[in-house]
């Protein structure tokens, strides 16, 4: 069983950059498939990107152009870089990792970290 923890969160503003890193223990993290999740107040949690074990990458169409997933297995970390960052961007983001299925759905979830974006 593999445990996420989710960090570099924080207040940005609209325009900056943030990079999240989801940190994994407990199993062989190479294995695993690892998407990126978001969930804004009083929205249903989305999909925003993922990577397969292999490294092929996944985006949700609004950050196709602005976000970048990639994954250090010596590291047992996946980042998700965050570029031109948008007010609609604001959310709690989670990390989550599975071993059979590239893009979810995933067996095992993060805590989640807060990006604010501010104007």
């Known amino acids: 069983q593999v445990q996420l923890v989710e960090s570099g969160g924080g207040l940005v503003q609209a325009g900056g950059s943030l990079r999240l890193s989801c940190a994994a223990s407990?199993?062989?993290?190479?294995?695993?498939?690892v998407g990126w999740y978001r969930q804004a107040p009083g929205k249903e949690r989305e999909f925003v990107a993922a990577?397969?074990?292999?490294?092929?990458?996944y985006y949700v169409q609004s950050v196709r152009d602005r976000f970048t997933i990639s994954r250090d297995n010596a590291k047992n970390t996946v980042y998700l870089q965050m570029n031109r960052l948008k007010l609609e961007d604001t959310a709690v983001y989670y990390c989550?990792?599975?071993?059979?299925?590239?893009?979810?759905?995933?067996?095992?979830w993060g805590q989640g970290t807060q990006v604010t974006v501010s104007s």
């Open positions: 990577i397969s074990n292999g490294g092929t990458t």
């Open positions: 407990g199993g062989t993290f190479s294995i695993y498939h």
């Open positions: 989550a990792a599975d071993q059979w299925h590239t893009a979810g759905p995933y067996d095992y």
